[in-house]
């Protein structure tokens, strides 16, 4: 098992660093799509990973998680192969669908697996440490592409795409070289039909409700993938708006990179009350909408700076909380939380951007955040008084 961590860090790595990530708002104008067009593909592909999120993650426990692996990455690549070759709406469309659907496989999957490698070695207690480093060396390696990335698309709006072509390869072969724990093949395997399926998934989430502490983390996970994506994808856009030359872009993103991965270094010593994250999000977004360059960038390296540890953490106090056997099915539940917002807000900001500007919005966003935060704090104080 030790050859499926060396594969799944470097699968890891890859997968943070594909340079299309860096410029793809930009790639998706270039395509001449609006802001709107553009948010709504997400939308497509949320909507698909809905539906598909939970069924992959009990398919990838009942049968073999590397293989649903393989089959997600190479869904992943024809949406990839579709935006690089076409100019057609209706194409893009398909392609965020076929997104959606890898990504549902994939999510929850990988990490299952490996946690079980962890979980068969008995070492457990290592798993923060090692996702955090792969937090840390990914952010190091997307720093030095996101320094390229900007001069890359300058020399062809294609070529980020075709590169991420190339490395989906690799993330391939990783996954190809990597292997099924043990404790993975020992998992109970036998089929039920459809109303014995519906009662084990009620089951299992009576099990999260029940388990202390998941369903905030749920939460918690939910709010933080909704702002920090919405965060990082406009900045892109943002910043040039607000001033900034094109050409300088991609050092500034290289040294939020850093200072992410500076917080995924400081993940081993976190230990703060996740609710706190909303309130910071908050003050961060309320911020980011006074249109002052240098204030903009000072706040968003804060930001990225949280971004660091926040991933780690969140999973590794919710695989310490999850059995073996519902791993990627509860990991699927999860990820369908976290696409559920995207499927519902994400065209209301997308418009928000198109009609009011960036700035107005990340306002509109602050005070919701905030609002969110003040209305937990108060309903969780009256809990813990009428116990």
Do not use: H
């Not at 997600?72 to 965020?96: K, W």
């Not at 990490?111 to 979980?119: Q, T």
């Not at 099924?180 to 459809?194: A, C, D, G, T, V």
């Not at 939910?222 to 050409?247: C, F, H, R, W």
């Amino acid at each position: 098992m030790r050859d499926n961590k060396k594969y799944f860090i470097a699968y890891s790595l890859l997968k943070k660093s594909f340079p299309i990530w860096f410029v793809y708002l930009l790639f998706l104008l270039s395509k001449d799509l609006n802001y709107t067009e553009a948010i709504l593909l997400d939308s497509f592909a949320a909507a698909m990973s809905l539906i598909f999120e939970v069924p992959s993650g009990i398919i990838a426990d009942r049968f073999n998680r590397k293989k649903i692996l393989i089959i997600g990455e190479m869904i992943i690549m024809l949406n990839f192969i579709i935006l690089y070759f076409s100019n057609n709406y209706m194409l893009f469309i398909l392609g965020a669908l076929l997104s959606g659907l890898g990504d549902s496989l994939v999510s929850g999957t990988g990490e299952a697996l490996i946690y079980d490698s962890f979980k068969e070695q008995n070492e457990t207690e290592k798993f923060l440490e090692f996702t955090a480093d792969i937090n840390k060396w990914g952010f190091i390696t997307v720093a030095i592409v996101t320094l390229l990335s900007s001069y890359i698309f300058d020399l062809s709006n294609e070529l980020p795409m075709l590169i991420t072509i190339i490395m989906q390869i690799g993330c391939l072969f990783c996954i190809c070289n990597m292997s099924e724990p043990n404790i993975s093949k020992e998992r109970n395997l036998k089929k039920l039909n459809f109303i014995d399926e519906i009662k084990q998934q009620k089951k299992i989430i009576k099990k999260i409700v029940a388990t202390e502490g998941l369903v905030e983390i749920f939460i918690i996970y939910v709010l933080m993938v909704e702002i920090i994506s919405n965060i990082n994808y406009s900045t892109q856009a943002y910043l040039p708006y607000l001033g900034l030359d094109v050409k300088y872009l991609g050092g500034i993103m290289f040294l939020f990179n850093i200072a992410s991965a500076i917080g995924a270094k400081m993940a081993k010593k976190i230990n703060v009350n996740r609710k706190i994250w909303v309130a910071l999000y908050a003050v961060i977004l309320l911020v980011l909408s006074y249109k002052n360059i240098y204030i903009v960038i000072g706040v968003l390296f804060c930001s990225r700076f949280i971004n660091g540890f926040v991933w780690p953490v969140i999973s590794n106090e919710t695989n310490k909380r999850i059995e073996s056997e519902e791993r990627a099915t509860i990991l699927s539940y999860q990820s369908l939380f976290s696409s559920i917002m995207p499927l519902l807000i994400d065209p209301i900001i997308g418009l928000g951007f198109d009609n009011y500007g960036i700035s107005k919005t990340y306002f509109v966003m602050g005070i919701i955040a905030m609002i969110i935060y003040i209305v937990w704090i108060l309903k969780t104080k009256i809990t813990l008084e009428t116990r």
